[in-house]
């Protein structure tokens, strides 16, 4: 649900019981599950919840504060474990201010440690190694409008150039051609220029 009234805060808040990630549910509400090692696949009941609450706020006209909180649990009902390639608690806070045709923001993405796996078990597109660190990634942004139809951006993603990994990761994917023994470290600071036109 979602509400607006001029400068109040509006919040929306979104629950869901589906999977949300690159596990593959079929229509018996199974999800096919992968085990790393070239152990083989096959389908398992899994119960899955989640939820994801939002909230955006005007404390002045060129001033947006945007706030959001998303979590998601599985497990696998036959066994009681959990299931592989959940993410982990997540949090978002943006700023956002704009002055006419300049506009300058930020995000701090806050994810906590996931303390809940499965080991060596994942998708076509990643598998749990274990327990994952928390990480906090600040990225900074600044945007010019040339006209209407036209917009230049610059940007710095990862500006304290943390050293992470995502729990949902690429490892393994054959695909892609990343290694299946380790997690993919993720991008250090990353400078980029985007150039932007409706036709």
Not at 35 to 48: C, D, E, F, M, T
Not at 158 to 185: D, Q, R
Request: hydrophobic share 35%; net charge positive; charged share 15%.
């Amino acid at each position: 649900m979602a509400a607006t009234v001029g400068n109040v805060p509006c919040a929306s808040i979104r629950s869901h019981s589906h999977r949300q990630h690159n596990n593959q549910e079929n229509k018996h509400g199974q999800i096919d599950a992968f085990q790393g090692g070239g152990r083989g696949s096959g389908n398992v009941n899994a119960q899955i919840m989640g939820g994801e609450a939002g909230v955006s706020w005007r404390p002045v006209a060129p001033l947006r504060v945007e706030t959001s909180l998303a979590y998601a649990w599985g497990r696998n009902v036959a066994s009681g474990d959990p299931l592989p390639q959940m993410p982990p608690l997540e949090a978002r806070i943006g700023l956002e201010y704009t002055r006419g045709a300049w506009s300058a923001g930020g995000l701090w993405r806050i994810v906590a440690p996931q303390h809940r796996y499965a080991l060596n078990e994942g998708n076509v597109v990643g598998k749990d190694f274990g327990p994952s660190a928390g990480f906090g990634v600040l990225s900074l942004h600044t945007q010019y409008n040339v006209s209407k139809t036209v917009q230049v951006s610059v940007g710095v993603d990862n500006v304290l150039n943390k050293a992470y990994t995502e729990h949902l990761n690429l490892a393994g994917n054959a695909g892609f051609g990343y290694p299946a023994n380790a997690p993919v470290m993720e991008p250090g600071r990353t400078a980029w220029v985007r150039v932007s036109a409706k036709l």
